[in-house]
């Protein structure tokens, strides 16, 4: 989640579903609309809902309403962590409930498309607010990269908990693997830090590398063929009246995503002309 910016097709080779322990769904057509689960939806809501106020907290300690640590206080770095987390988690389970559907790769590709899109917009964006800092590789340019990776996988079955565990374990071998071998510096370099071997975070508004973030998606597609297996009814529910319009954000995400911030923005611009 940016500090300043506000996240299988037919079988086509590999593991077999049935050989990955998952009970083989026929594909349906690529053109049949796929159903969505307001559960799912309410969740990914409940994860917009808190990057806003996440990000209005921060608007107000930028135009110096109020006086907080983004950057070291926990209160707020743990904050970020979990908002981070519980997006990834939601857009793996996505991925587990497309796979399940038989969902195929066009229509991956034109989501994906405005996914990568929106994460260019974000780089303009951010270069001209802040060309010494401006966004590279943040969450939404993170999950462009991760959902080839978790469409690619997805055979993989119950080994996507292995996979998870490894990424979420890796910056720690990464470091003490720096510390060992200097000539990994160069994964601190810009044309591979996205990866997340890093020894030191790079200077930017918004960082979600590879590692560990894929190890979330992983878990979140695991969890979600688990219960669609083993328990669908849990996925699949109708959700309390009160969380439905946490449902419809969590249906548009993706524009919510890139309008609240400018809109936020624009509002504590225009408190802060008046105070």
Known sequence: MPTRWPAPAHWNGGTHPRQSGAPYTPPVPDSRPTRRFDRIDALRGAAIAWMTAYHFAFDLDHFRFIREDFHRDPFWTWQRTAIVSLFLFCAGLGQAVAVHQGQGWPRFWRRWAQ???????????????????????GVL?????????????????????LAGALAIAA?????????????????????????????????????????????????GMAAGRSLLRERAALVQGEIAPVLRPLAWMGRWSLSWYMVHQPVLIGLVMLAAAFR
């Open 115 to 137: 996914v990568a899109a929106c994460a260019l917009l974000v780089t303009l964006g951010s270069w001209f607010m802040f060309p010494r800092s401006f966004i590279y590789f």
């Open 141 to 161: 340019h993170g999950i462009a990269v991760m959902l080839v990776v978790a469409r690619v996988t997805a055979p993989w079955g119950r080994w996507l908990w």
């Open 171 to 219: 910056p720690f071998a990464a470091r003490a693997a720096h510390a060992a071998w200097p000539a990994l510096e160069v994964f601190n370099t810009p044309l591979l830090n996205w990866l997340g071997w890093i020894s030191r975070k790079p200077v930017t508004e918004d960082y979600v590398p590879l590692l560990p973030w894929m190890g979330v998606m992983w878990w």
